[in-house]
């Protein structure tokens, strides 16, 4: 068996879905290579990670007595073989409050943990430590694969794995699906976690094999008293970012929103599942207006950023607009110059916007010019979603009262009085034009700043005329606009976006508004583990790719178009069920599968060819499988490897072969003559227990 490519040197780095064999070779090459350490290293990684775990004490409130920290437990690897993060001795104490502790150790072997190759002396450096954390350190690992099934029904337009998709299951086991047809392909990641305020009733249900992980099931949902509440949350989270990583390519770049709860704890779980160094910046979303007599009056959140590799992504993110904006602003300056009076300037702006018009994407709506500058009119004076402030405003030359929006307006009389006397409102011919704000080109948004301000409520109005014939959809979705702004920055025309934690599906309405507005082929992948999966989820997809009927937006009204497959996941592909012939996957699911744990990769299913058993290549190797989804040809000879098959394999395709059949007939030297290698299926287990 051949590494894959590229392999990383160290067991944290393990690519999770190493075959087993793989697992057991790198598994020893690493002890090996430990015992080659310096001895100052090797001190290091056994501070790092002491045989035998302290024994565990009582919580701070004296209830809880976390099993987790027990000799026997902890004594052994973690699932998967990567040696786990062993406690030290000062995390032994739970966190006062039962918190988890952040501590400092000598990371000498720091850079391997985010898979590098390299050996750094970078000090002390903080080390995040939780309750379970070594179960779950690489629980990712031991999750059994499960393939994707489409549904054609629930999907719009034909079912393909590789294009839009929406699955429905707990993203964990989804996150695993997807990676043999999507490890390194993903370019932007966003998720939107359950933020752990103690209010929204999220569930720890990992199926981790330890006895402390199985006693957290019976403690949900999660809530505030919860002691343990913050140590949940990063089990939950600790092996899903590491996936993440493992899909993201080079140049992917990972957002997550956030609030105060588990901020920090999101970010040193970042700092060291992707490395410090990858952080590209953390933004304030300024969403609410708090007028309640407090303290300090919490008005935002966060979207935290990190890049697989930071040195790949572009040093400068400019969106689609930002040409376009600086086009504008060029125009503006030579009209405004070159025309004195107001009405001529008007009239120069009115004939170049028409012959430009169709090269303005979304700066369209630009129709407007005077002295300040060209401008639009916005409804960001108009009272999102439910009743704003109610008085009347008069129109400059009627003296009438202007029509009021649908829920008044969002700011108190003054401060529109204020922009009135600063020119800043935006009137129709009469009264009868609700009024808007002047929104200047120059104040156009094309970089993706640390602070970003807009209404929270957008996000529910926007669910709510997508669904205008139900009372309430679901409890605070993102609006389109931030994750939009967020995608814009960091994709390609051409990115794969992934959100797992997708609710009513934002994010896939996003992806499709950005391709409608700048003609991008950016696809979306959507997780969510809930039944709504198929009827707010998947139904908010095909309604913005359908459209609303009278939906206010023209575009909506119209549909964005698209496609998407709607995906369950389907059994796990378990060593048992195959052992017994019970459940045999077809060649593509297996094949998918196998390719990319013997290499790495990504499976490229357009390259597969059953009936001569064809994967694909990888570095120079082609990888062959003989299998049928049958017990009787599994059984057969015809399912092992023979010497006149290897020799059909080498004239077939030049270079060299791995084989996977359930036996071979041949010995290893003469396959190596033949530069193949052979890697048994464990249905040879079952020839052996039927003999
Ligand atoms: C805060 S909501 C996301 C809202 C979304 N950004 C929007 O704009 O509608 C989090 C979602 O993640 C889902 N979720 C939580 N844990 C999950 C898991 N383990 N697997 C799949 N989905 C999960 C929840 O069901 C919920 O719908």
Redesign the pocket.
């Given at each position: 068996m051949t590494a894959r490519p590229g392999a990383p040197h160290h067991p944290a780095d393990h690519h999770p879905m190493v075959h087993p064999l793989v697992t057991m070779t790198r598994r020893a090459i690493w002890q090996q290579r430990l015992l080659q350490r310096p001895l100052h290293i090797r001190l290091v990684m056994s501070l790092k990670h002491p045989v035998d775990l302290p024994q565990p004490r009582s919580s701070v409130r004296g209830t809880r007595r976390s099993p987790v920290l027990g000799r026997t437990e902890g004594g052994g690897r973690a699932e998967g073989g990567s040696a786990p993060p062993r406690l030290s001795p000062r995390t032994s104490r739970p966190g006062r409050y039962g918190r988890p502790l952040i501590q400092s150790v000598w990371r000498l072997a720091r850079a391997s943990d985010v898979g590098r190759d390299r050996i750094t002396d970078t000090g002390v450096m903080p080390e995040l430590q939780f309750v379970g954390k070594e179960f779950v350190w690489n629980h990712h690992l031991s999750v059994p694969y499960r393939p994707l099934n489409p549904d054609v029904e629930a999907s719009v337009g034909e079912t393909s794995l590789t294009g839009n998709l929406v699955v429905h299951?707990?993203?964990?086991h989804?996150l695993k699906a997807l990676l043999p047809g999507y490890a390194g392909k993903i370019d932007v990641v966003?998720?939107?976690?359950?933020?752990n305020t103690g209010k929204?009733s999220?569930?720890y249900?990992?199926n981790v094999k330890s006895p402390m992980a199985q006693e957290w099931l019976d403690g949900n949902p999660v809530n505030k008293d919860d002691m343990l509440r913050h140590d949940k949350w990063l089990a939950?989270m600790y092996p899903?970012l590491k996936l993440f990583r493992e899909l993201l390519s080079e140049e992917g770049v990972i957002f997550a929103?956030i609030d105060d709860n588990e901020l920090y704890h999101l970010r040193l779980a970042l700092d060291e599942i992707f490395g410090e160094t990858n952080w590209v910046g953390t933004i304030v979303w300024r969403n609410v207006t708090d007028n309640n007599p407090t303290n300090i009056a919490i008005e935002h959140e966060y979207v935290i950023c990190f890049a697989k590799e930071k040195s790949q992504i572009a040093t400068v993110w400019r969106t689609s607009e930002s040409a376009i904006k600086e086009r504008l602003v060029a125009v503006q300056q030579e009209l405004i110059d070159s025309h004195e009076d107001d009405d001529s300037l008007r009239a120069a702006y009115r004939v170049w916007f028409k012959e430009n018009k169709w090269e303005l994407g979304t700066l369209d709506r630009y129709k407007f010019i005077d002295r300040d500058g060209i401008f639009t009119g916005s409804q960001s004076v108009h009272n999102p979603g439910r009743e704003g402030y109610r008085y009347n405003v008069l129109h400059p030359v009627t003296h009438l009262p202007t029509r009021q929006p649908l829920f008044g307006y969002r700011f108190p009389e003054t401060t529109m009085t204020r922009l009135m006397d600063e020119g800043r409102l935006l009137f129709g011919e009469d009264e009868n034009k609700i009024v808007e704000l002047k929104v200047y080109a120059s104040e156009f948004e094309d970089k993706l700043p640390s602070v970003i301000t807009f209404d929270g409520r957008l996000?529910t109005s926007e669910?709510k005329a997508l669904f205008p014939e139900q009372d309430k959809v679901?409890?605070?979705?993102?609006p389109t606009q931030l994750?939009k702004q967020l995608i814009a920055a960091a994709s390609k025309s051409d990115s794969i976006v992934l959100?797992?934690?997708?609710?009513?599906?934002?994010?896939a309405h996003a992806v499709l508004a950005l391709n409608h507005e700048d003609g991008g082929q950016r696809k979306f992948i959507l997780?969510?583990?809930?039944d709504?999966a198929y009827d707010l989820?998947a139904e908010r997809v095909r309604r913005v790719i359908k459209g609303v009927p009278n939906h206010r937006d023209s575009s909506l009204a119209a549909g964005l178009g698209g496609e998407f497959t709607f995906c369950e996941l389907g059994e796990a592909l378990d060593l048992d069920s195959m052992l017994t012939g019970d459940r045999l996957p077809d060649f593509e699911t297996l094949g998918g599968w196998l390719f990319h744990t013997a290499t790495g990769l990504p499976a490229d299913r357009s390259l597969f060819d059953e009936s001569a058993g064809y994967l694909g290549e990888a570095s120079g190797q082609h990888i062959w499988l003989r299998y049928q989804p049958d017990l009787n040809f599994l059984m057969s000879p015809n399912s092992a490897l023979t010497m006149s098959a290897a020799q059909e394999y080498g004239s077939l395709r030049e270079g060299r072969h791995l084989v996977f059949a359930t036996s071979k007939f041949v010995t290893h030297q003469k396959l190596a003559a033949l530069s193949v290698e052979f890697s048994p299926l464990p249905f040879s287990l079952y020839h052996v227990s039927t003999e």
């Amino acid at each position: 068996m051949t590494a894959r490519p590229g392999a990383p040197h160290h067991p944290a780095d393990h690519h999770p879905m190493v075959h087993p064999l793989v697992t057991m070779t790198r598994r020893a090459i690493w002890q090996q290579r430990l015992l080659q350490r310096p001895l100052h290293i090797r001190l290091v990684m056994s501070l790092k990670h002491p045989v035998d775990l302290p024994q565990p004490r009582s919580s701070v409130r004296g209830t809880r007595r976390s099993p987790v920290l027990g000799r026997t437990e902890g004594g052994g690897r973690a699932e998967g073989g990567s040696a786990p993060p062993r406690l030290s001795p000062r995390t032994s104490r739970p966190g006062r409050y039962g918190r988890p502790l952040i501590q400092s150790v000598w990371r000498l072997a720091r850079a391997s943990d985010v898979g590098r190759d390299r050996i750094t002396d970078t000090g002390v450096m903080p080390e995040l430590q939780f309750v379970g954390k070594e179960f779950v350190w690489n629980h990712h690992l031991s999750v059994p694969y499960r393939p994707l099934n489409p549904d054609v029904e629930a999907s719009v337009g034909e079912t393909s794995l590789t294009g839009n998709l929406v699955v429905h299951g707990d993203n964990l086991h989804a996150l695993k699906a997807l990676l043999p047809g999507y490890a390194g392909k993903i370019d932007v990641v966003y998720i939107d976690p359950p933020y752990n305020t103690g209010k929204e009733s999220w569930r720890y249900n990992d199926n981790v094999k330890s006895p402390m992980a199985q006693e957290w099931l019976d403690g949900n949902p999660v809530n505030k008293d919860d002691m343990l509440r913050h140590d949940k949350w990063l089990a939950l989270m600790y092996p899903r970012l590491k996936l993440f990583r493992e899909l993201l390519s080079e140049e992917g770049v990972i957002f997550a929103s956030i609030d105060d709860n588990e901020l920090y704890h999101l970010r040193l779980a970042l700092d060291e599942i992707f490395g410090e160094t990858n952080w590209v910046g953390t933004i304030v979303w300024r969403n609410v207006t708090d007028n309640n007599p407090t303290n300090i009056a919490i008005e935002h959140e966060y979207v935290i950023c990190f890049a697989k590799e930071k040195s790949q992504i572009a040093t400068v993110w400019r969106t689609s607009e930002s040409a376009i904006k600086e086009r504008l602003v060029a125009v503006q300056q030579e009209l405004i110059d070159s025309h004195e009076d107001d009405d001529s300037l008007r009239a120069a702006y009115r004939v170049w916007f028409k012959e430009n018009k169709w090269e303005l994407g979304t700066l369209d709506r630009y129709k407007f010019i005077d002295r300040d500058g060209i401008f639009t009119g916005s409804q960001s004076v108009h009272n999102p979603g439910r009743e704003g402030y109610r008085y009347n405003v008069l129109h400059p030359v009627t003296h009438l009262p202007t029509r009021q929006p649908l829920f008044g307006y969002r700011f108190p009389e003054t401060t529109m009085t204020r922009l009135m006397d600063e020119g800043r409102l935006l009137f129709g011919e009469d009264e009868n034009k609700i009024v808007e704000l002047k929104v200047y080109a120059s104040e156009f948004e094309d970089k993706l700043p640390s602070v970003i301000t807009f209404d929270g409520r957008l996000g529910t109005s926007e669910l709510k005329a997508l669904f205008p014939e139900q009372d309430k959809v679901f409890d605070n979705p993102k609006p389109t606009q931030l994750i939009k702004q967020l995608i814009a920055a960091a994709s390609k025309s051409d990115s794969i976006v992934l959100d797992s934690f997708a609710g009513s599906g934002t994010t896939a309405h996003a992806v499709l508004a950005l391709n409608h507005e700048d003609g991008g082929q950016r696809k979306f992948i959507l997780i969510e583990g809930e039944d709504y999966a198929y009827d707010l989820t998947a139904e908010r997809v095909r309604r913005v790719i359908k459209g609303v009927p009278n939906h206010r937006d023209s575009s909506l009204a119209a549909g964005l178009g698209g496609e998407f497959t709607f995906c369950e996941l389907g059994e796990a592909l378990d060593l048992d069920s195959m052992l017994t012939g019970d459940r045999l996957p077809d060649f593509e699911t297996l094949g998918g599968w196998l390719f990319h744990t013997a290499t790495g990769l990504p499976a490229d299913r357009s390259l597969f060819d059953e009936s001569a058993g064809y994967l694909g290549e990888a570095s120079g190797q082609h990888i062959w499988l003989r299998y049928q989804p049958d017990l009787n040809f599994l059984m057969s000879p015809n399912s092992a490897l023979t010497m006149s098959a290897a020799q059909e394999y080498g004239s077939l395709r030049e270079g060299r072969h791995l084989v996977f059949a359930t036996s071979k007939f041949v010995t290893h030297q003469k396959l190596a003559a033949l530069s193949v290698e052979f890697s048994p299926l464990p249905f040879s287990l079952y020839h052996v227990s039927t003999e």
